[in-house]
């Protein structure tokens, strides 16, 4: 794991999860998410990687906003095609993360909605999308990715999962409805399960979670 995402250059959405289309990283940004995302490799139950290949989605792949999400494409070639995540992109490509999501992984993506997004305080977003608040923006996005691939079948209640942020989420789950919550607000449902990439698996939410210190 280590290996491979020291190799993947940085350029999460390259028209190419989270473009989810996008422009490449500069060599800073390289090292630092390198650096987070090798960490968070260890945090990953490794039985959830077992028989991986086996875990691969179903060739028609999963619909999102009608469309399919196939497992032949990457989490951002996927994303990028899918509206109702068109924010979660265009945040994706301002924090310069495209190439992240792009690379081998596997990575794990929570994804908000745009409708997610509209729930933030009232001049939250346009802050976060500022040139000058991109490192903010990044740690926001990353509070969301997973380094390794869990599906829904991996997440149980009360387990809690390092970020490549390097802070916790913690999952809940009733009556088979995953919940997701940073401890602090309320959790987010997730809407859409198990949408299987190439490079790893994507649950589209209902909310946006942020880390502490956001």
Do not use: W
């Amino acid at each position: 794991m280590n290996k491979t995402l020291r190799s993947a250059s940085f350029s999460l959405l390259s028209a190419g999860v989270f473009a989810f289309g996008l422009a490449s990283c500069g060599d800073s940004a390289t090292t630092e998410t390198t650096t987070t995302t090798t960490d968070m490799a260890t945090t990953v139950d490794s039985t959830a990687m077992m028989s991986d290949s086996a875990r691969m989605g179903k060739s028609e792949g999963v619909l999102v906003d009608g469309i399919p999400m196939t497992p032949d494409k990457t989490i951002v070639q996927n994303a990028v095609m899918a509206p109702s995540v068109s924010t979660l992109v265009k945040a994706v490509q301002a924090a310069g993360l495209d190439g992240t999501l792009s690379g081998p992984g596997p990575f794990t993506v929570f994804a908000p909605t745009n409708a997610a997004f509209d729930k933030l305080p009232n001049g939250a977003l346009a802050g976060l999308l500022k040139p000058e608040s991109k490192d903010k923006l990044k740690g926001v996005l990353t509070y969301h990715v997973i380094a390794g691939r869990l599906l829904a079948q991996d997440l149980k209640d009360g387990q809690q999962l390092t970020t490549v942020n390097g802070q916790k989420i913690t999952v809940s789950v009733k009556d088979g409805k995953v919940m997701i919550s940073n401890g602090k607000d309320a959790p987010v449902a997730v809407q859409t399960a198990d949408v299987v990439s190439s490079n790893g698996v994507t649950h589209v939410i209902d909310g946006v979670l942020l880390p502490s210190a956001q």
